[in-house]
């Protein structure tokens, strides 16, 4: 059964940092999409980043430059560091998965293409 936690959400101060964490069980890292998703009150689920692999990410245009993805396979853990953080970056985060086909390169920030999800961590940054 695969299981996602995430941890590492508060509140912050606009241009402060934090660090999202993402412990998964019940799957290979290496097999999987791990996305980044977040949504605000009334607002959709929107993607914000996934990895398959080191140096194979995508980033929402919203968050490239300030966030990046990042993974510990040996830990299982993947990481979502935030910088230069702003207001509209307020919302929930969730952690995802979405099983790969073998080698393929085909990123995706839709949410309906992930399969497990986490239950969530709040960020909140004031202005």
């Known amino acids: 059964q695969v299981q996602l936690v995430e941890s590492g959400g508060g509140s912050v101060q606009t241009g402060g940092s934090l660090r999202l964490s993402c412990a998964a069980s019940?799957?290979?890292?290496?097999?999987?999409?791990m996305g980044w998703f977040r949504q605000a009150p009334g607002k959709e689920r929107e993607g914000v980043a996934t990895i398959a692999r080191v140096g194979f990410t995508l980033y929402a245009d919203s968050v490239k430059g300030r966030f990046t993805i990042s993974q510990d396979k040996v830990k299982g853990i993947t990481y979502l560091q935030m910088n230069s953080l702003k207001p509209e970056d307020t919302a929930m985060y969730y952690c995802a998965a979405r099983p790969r086909s073998g080698g393929s390169w085909d990123p995706s920030l839709k949410f309906s293409y992930y399969t497990s999800w986490g239950q969530g961590t709040q960020v909140t940054v004031s202005s």
């Open positions: 019940g799957l290979i890292l290496s097999s999987n999409y």
